[in-house]
């Protein structure tokens, strides 16, 4: 099935850094949602997206709609060791708003 | 603040044995979902549910998987023979009316099929 493009993969950063991780698509998508996900627990919802251009920050969490509606990126600013887990972008896209797409996820490490 | 929560957290079970898990949507939430996610894989989409009928199911999702609303708080999902392959952890989400809500997410269940 589709899926989309989450970079990078794998990202082991300093305690203090920022963070910067983006998803694309080759489709038109309608919502952006990023989230997070604690080994043996559920993906938690981050940030909701909702219109091209939309900027939106949760703490030290920032994403935005990227204005062709074909990418999403997350930055989290001043990294501290819980940050630490898997970080997926999902959406629906333009065609289907019952079903999420899901990126594979950029594992994070924070070296404190 | 309301959450989806799922039981029981781990099963394990002989494989060809049948097995149910169970989940308790968020209260005004109308859509209901499955996915699994096998050990460090990706979020896999089994199903979505709406107004008592699955609405969307993958390829993963074949006629050893079924998923029932038996009263107004439960959603389950029952594996009739499971396979070793079924091992997974499995999670429940679900969603408000309205375009594109966001899902909310269980903490999942682990099942061990041996």
């Known amino acids: 099935g589709q899926q989309l493009n989450q970079s990078p993969q794998s990202m082991f950063i300093q305690e203090g850094e920022d963070v910067s991780m983006n998803c694309t698509s080759s489709s038109i998508f309608n919502t952006w949602l990023w989230y997070k996900q604690d080994p043996g627990e559920g993906p938690v919802l981050l940030i909701a997206l909702y219109k091209a251009g939309e900027l939106t920050s949760n703490g030290r969490l920032t994403a935005q709609f990227g204005i062709t509606r074909k990418d999403s990126f997350l930055n989290i600013s001043a990294s501290i060791p819980s940050d630490v887990g898997i970080y997926f972008c999902a959406g629906y896209n333009a065609g289907n708003n019952r079903k999420l797409i899901w990126g594979l996820g950029t594992s994070l490490a924070v070296n404190p | 603040e309301p959450e989806v929560t799922q039981t029981p957290s781990h099963q394990v079970t002989q494989m060809g044995q049948e097995v149910i898990l169970r989940c308790v949507p968020i209260?005004?939430?109308?859509?209901f979902y499955w996915y699994r996610q096998i050990l460090g894989q990706k979020v896999e989409f089994l199903v979505s549910f709406y107004n008592n009928e699955i609405s969307e199911k993958s390829e993963i999702f074949d006629d050893q998987f079924s998923v029932e609303r038996p009263d107004g708080s439960n959603f389950t999902l029952k594996i009739r023979s499971t396979k070793l392959e079924d091992s997974a952890m499995y999670f429940c989400?679900?969603?408000?009316?309205?375009?594109?809500?966001?899902?909310?997410f269980g903490d999942g269940t682990r099942l061990s099929i041996l």
């Open positions: 989400a679900s969603r408000k009316q309205g375009l594109e809500q966001p899902q909310h």
């Open positions: 209260s005004n939430h109308l859509y």
